[in-house]
């Protein structure tokens, strides 16, 4: 045990680095099984033993073994050819500086290889030529046959083997002969041939070109003659990253930095702790896979994956620690990646021009390998932390744009308690909004939604629970929960509920209506999830003061952008994530003097029990306007606007629920049978001054009260009343209800109600 690690001959280690090999026939190698197929099961202990131990006492010795630069195996090119031909490109133009200087340097010194070349060439097919005419390797056979060389000489035998020898030389001699006199005789034959035809025109024009051609080809085959036959005959471009190599000597160094006394035991006893390493261009990076060691747990290398990033002199954001499929404990991935993600630009919204389905798992980011992290918005609620400016609005901007996209089975609340205009582009599709610069006027609008919710989730479970007593197809095994078919079934209304609530611990806090939110929000979050209502509150501040942790331990779908320290990370993120490496703190917020900015980036967990997995979430804002403009003439032309984006305004919780059918029928008076547009939205507004915003929010109502009733207005050409607007706005075209449509869209509303 007194050997000095920093004796161990690294170069000798890396002497096999450049050999491509097969993933599994390289761990077989190194093991000293064979490569043939087993006939040993797959559940049945190995007879071998571990090469790395498995007894505690046990002093292992021999030669180290060095880790193989592979291809990536199959299961990991996830991608199409053309994702790293992409990275390629996206590589070759961050570091184009270095690409050049790089090349320059390197074609620079090619040249001077192939001018030595040149010269070796030359002397070379000189040497070769006269060995082959005067066969030099027979004479050495027949002094061998002879027994010149151990001084017992035979000369019969070699006087048989002179002659042999002659006879060749004889024969080859005249081979050479016959290969150069004739093509040459030809040569001369054709340029006679010319001139007597008098076309020595044509021989003085191409004689220089034929000669300047001969004499290139003459060098490119002298250059390639006189070659080392031992290296590679094309100039070899290195890797014009400006960070060190990613090779077994660094990556071991690495590991040996993190302290952990089973590394420095296995190096010490002439094992390598890198298994393999190989480049994997779908997510941009080599990956390095660490042996299994006895003692080395997966959370314990994790827990040092900053110190890994340091002594590999890169920024956290290159480097990535995760569990090896495999799943044996200690069986570590360590990603690096070419690029700093923090220097380029995030991923546009993944639906823009596509269709949305909320009830699915939708794309919100990419992890480090460039595969997609999906949030489920049924049967969960997400709490979402992040210091200002960390990307934490821009990210519930995201999901508000995926609930409005889904035009057919998702409805939009957005609350913000900061007042700051962030979700005013939503708000013409938010059947709820509520963005007050006085947090208390916000809340006192967030009680009254939550519990007109409340009410709506009592309704939602009577109509769940019927459904399971008639064992409809509408649910997936009879339970009682909502699936997107019963989300998007007009006949019983329950589309998903996506209810986003920024800066939540202002609401909390509030000392009028605090208590009354944070009882309602629990309850909500509790029996919500079944009846399809997602509710993600956001805040930054984390702290059981801000959020009671009744209401912070609820969500399933956890999400922490940076984080001023541990507390918070690990109130967000679970008791001890930041000793296992889980450092939201780590994000960098583009400090001044780097272009590095890591905004946008989260740990996030998607699911009961989930892995934190480090996600760049896709940037949105700049198409946000784009796409509440598709949202909108989609939910106008399926009738699926309603509340605040079909212009019913807040209604205390004293007052009666309004009905825009109730309130245009009334205005019906006498035998009249139809009246225009206008003249309903007079009467009603008359009658009930501000209930609806204008005549087109009383004409969107009247859509999203009736669904079945498309176009509640048509052409009508009777006699205005006298109490007619004298200025007919919109509707000069004369377009009205009939009454006859009106009371059959009443008695379709009462049929569907049961009444």
């Not at 690495?254 to 890198?274: E, M, N, W, Y």
């Not at 019963?486 to 209506?513: F, T, Y």
Request: hydrophobic share 40%; aromatic share 6%.
């Amino acid at each position: 045990m007194s050997t000095n690690p920093e004796e161990f001959d690294w170069k000798a280690a890396e002497s096999d680095l450049g050999e491509v090999v097969d993933l599994e026939t390289a761990r077989q190698r190194r093991d000293g099984a064979p490569v043939a197929a087993s006939e040993v099961p797959d559940d049945a202990v190995p007879a071998v033993s571990d090469p790395a131990g498995t007894v505690d006492t046990e002093v292992l010795e021999g030669e180290i073994v060095a880790a193989q630069v592979t291809d990536a195996p199959p299961e990991l090119k996830q991608w199409a050819w053309a994702v790293g031909w992409r990275h390629k490109a996206r590589r070759l133009w961050m570091y184009k500086w270095r690409y050049l200087w790089n090349t320059f340097v390197v074609l620079g010194a090619w040249s001077v290889r192939a001018t030595g070349w040149w010269f070796r060439g030359i002397g070379r097919s000189v040497s070769d030529f006269f060995s082959y005419v005067d066969d030099r390797q027979a004479l050495a056979i027949a002094d061998q046959t002879a027994g010149a060389v151990d001084g017992r000489a035979d000369v019969d035998a070699w006087l048989k083997a002179r002659a042999e020898r002659h006879r060749e030389v004889k024969d080859r001699r005249r081979v050479v002969r016959s290969r150069t006199i004739l093509p040459m005789a030809a040569l001369v034959g054709l340029v006679v041939l010319l001139w007597w035809l008098g076309r020595g025109d044509m021989i003085r024009s191409n004689l220089g070109g034929a000669a300047l051609l001969a004499w290139i080809g003459l060098g490119c085959w002298l250059v390639w003659y006189g070659r080392a036959r031992t290296q590679p005959f094309l100039p070899q471009f290195r890797e014009p990253s400006p960070y060190p190599p990613v090779t077994n000597d660094t990556v071991t160094g690495a590991l040996l930095a993190t302290g952990i006394g089973q590394f420095r035991d296995a190096v010490k006893a002439g094992h390598s702790p890198v298994d393999v390493i190989f480049r994997d261009d779908s997510a941009g990076g080599k990956i390095a896979e660490t042996h299994p060691i006895p003692g080395v747990t997966t959370q314990m290398v994790m827990a040092k994956s900053i110190v890994i990033a340091g002594a590999l002199k890169r920024p956290p954001a290159m480097v990535h620690l995760s569990q090896a499929p495999t799943g044996v404990p200690g069986h570590v991935e360590i990603l690096v990646l070419d690029i700093d993600p923090g220097q380029t630009k995030p991923k546009r919204f993944a639906y823009l021009g596509k269709p949305v389905n909320v009830g699915g798992p939708c794309t919100i980011g990419y992890d480090p390998r460039n595969r997609p992290v999906r949030w489920p918005l049924p049967g969960a609620n997400g709490i979402t932390t992040g210091t200002p400016g960390s990307g934490k609005t821009a990210y519930l901007i995201g999901l508000a744009c995926l609930a409005a996209a889904d035009v057919d089975g998702a409805q939009l609340a957005v609350f913000d308690f900061k007042g700051m205009g962030d979700y005013a582009e939503l708000e013409p599709v938010c059947f709820a909004y509520g963005a007050d610069a006085d947090p208390t006027e916000t809340a006192r609008m967030l009680v009254g939604f939550l519990t007109a919710l409340k009410r709506e989730i009592i309704r939602r479970r009577q109509v769940l629970t019927d459904l399971k007593k008639v064992g409809s197809e509408m649910l997936d095994n009879n339970a009682a929960a909502l699936t997107d078919r019963l989300a998007r079934s007009k006949k019983h209304n329950m589309p998903w509920i996506l209810v986003i609530i920024d800066e939540i611990h202002e609401g909390l806090g509030d000392p009028i209506h605090g208590k009354d939110i944070a009882a309602l929000l629990t309850d909500l979050m509790k029996i919500g999830r079944a009846c399809g209502i997602h509710v993600e509150i956001a805040s930054q501040r984390t702290d059981t003061d801000s959020i009671p942790t009744s209401i912070s331990s609820l969500p399933i779908v956890r999400v922490a952008f940076h984080q001023n320290g541990q507390p918070g990370n690990d109130m967000i993120l679970g008791t001890g994530a930041y000793k296992r490496g889980v450092d939201a703190t780590a994000f960098r917020r583009g400090a001044a003097g780097t272009a590095a900015d890591d905004r946008g980036s989260c740990w996030y967990i998607g699911s009961e029990g989930g892995e934190p997995v480090r996600v760049r979430t896709t940037f949105v804002l700049p198409d946000v306007k784009r796409i509440v403009a598709t949202a909108l003439a989609g939910r106008t032309k399926a009738g699926t606007l309603t509340g605040a984006a079909a212009g019913i305004v807040e209604q205390a919780d004293t007052a009666p629920a309004h009905s825009a059918l109730d309130d245009v029928r009334a205005v019906f008076i006498g035998d009249e049978i139809a009246l225009h547009g206008d003249v309903i939205f007079h009467r009603v507004e008359t009658r009930h001054p501000g209930r609806w915003k204008s005549q087109a929010a009383l004409m969107a109502a009247l859509k999203a009260e009736a669904p079945g009733w498309k176009s509640p207005t048509v052409p009508i050409g009777q006699v205005r009343p006298t109490d007619a607007p004298v200025d007919a706005g919109i509707e000069k075209t004369r377009q009205g209800i009939r009454l006859a449509h009106l009371e059959a869209a009443i008695t379709e509303r009462d049929e569907r109600r049961g009444g």
